[in-house]
């Protein structure tokens, strides 16, 4: 598979991953990375960790709870786009069943006012991301 034919796949994973977690908030590319990076990996766990602490006022406990499941995603994610023995559909597929075992496990870390919070940024980032899609057809 050419990096041309990913590029479209891994740029709606990325953006549904993302937006899942950043719910509409945005952070400046890593230094010596463009925007639109060579990597579709702009935002570290720790990136993803500062959202949540910050929409989620996470305790110290929770911090610590959260962040190895975000490296873990993110490992898995990584393994799962140096798969080139996987079709975009199963790469698809896997990376969703990886993204939605990470935020059940956040989840699980939540007092129940903050999976409240969680569930409601989930949804507006799931709207967004729509009318992302919408707007790239």
């Known amino acids: 598979m050419s990096t041309k034919s990913r590029w479209p796949i891994l740029t709606v994973l990325v953006v549904l991953t993302a937006g899942l977690l950043f719910a509409g908030q945005s952070y400046p590319a890593p230094q010596g990375q463009s925007a639109m990076g060579e990597h579709p990996d702009a935002s ?31 490992q898995q994610m990584k393994a799962v786009r140096d798969d080139t023995s996987l079709s975009q559909e199963q790469e698809k597929a896997k990376m969703k069943a990886i993204h939605g075992s990470c935020l059940d496990q956040i989840n699980g870390v939540l007092t129940p006012e903050q999976q409240a919070k969680f569930k409601q940024l989930k949804q507006e980032s799931m709207e967004k991301h729509k009318g992302m899609k919408e707007d790239h057809q």
Request: aromatic share 0%; glycine share 0%; proline share 6%.
């Open 44 to 74: 570290s766990p720790e990136a993803h960790l500062q959202m949540l602490t910050e929409k989620l006022n996470l305790t110290a406990d929770q911090k610590a709870k959260v962040k190895p499941i975000l490296e873990d995603q993110a």
